[in-house]
């Protein structure tokens, strides 16, 4: 069992930049592949980034070149780096743990990033 717990959500204005947490605890052997998804509303939840066991990186086009997704093992923690914040970028993130089959699939609460214009 794989708890997720996130931070670091908030209120910015366009252009500034969030660092959200996910912090990992419980036995995470089995996890494959960790990353960010978000949902605004009316919208289908979306996959911002992710990254695999060996590092490979994965983004969203709309958020290339503006967020970076990173480990810290030591920690147990998930980052994404949300620099050059835009009004579209408003949603609920969360934190997604999984094995590659989806037998292990993790979510953690959710954070909001708002982001005025």
């Known amino acids: 069992q794989v708890q997720l717990v996130e931070s670091g959500g908030g209120l910015v204005q366009a252009g500034g930049s969030l660092r959200l947490s996910c912090a990992a605890s419980?036995?995470?052997?089995?996890?494959?592949?960790r990353g960010w998804y978000r949902q605004a509303p009316g919208k289908q939840r979306e996959l911002v980034a992710d990254?695999?066991?060996?590092?490979?990186?994965t983004y969203a086009d709309s958020v290339k070149g503006r967020f970076t997704i990173s480990r810290d093992n030591a920690k147990n923690t998930l980052y994404l780096q949300m620099n050059s914040l835009k009004p579209e970028d408003t949603a609920v993130y969360c934190c997604?743990?999984?094995?590659?089959?989806?037998?292990?699939?993790?979510w953690g609460q959710g954070t909001q990033v708002t982001v005025s214009s």
């Open positions: 419980g036995s995470i052997s089995n996890i494959h592949l």
């Open positions: 997604n743990y999984r094995s590659y089959s989806g037998k292990y699939d993790y």
């Open positions: 990254i695999t066991i060996a590092g490979s990186t």
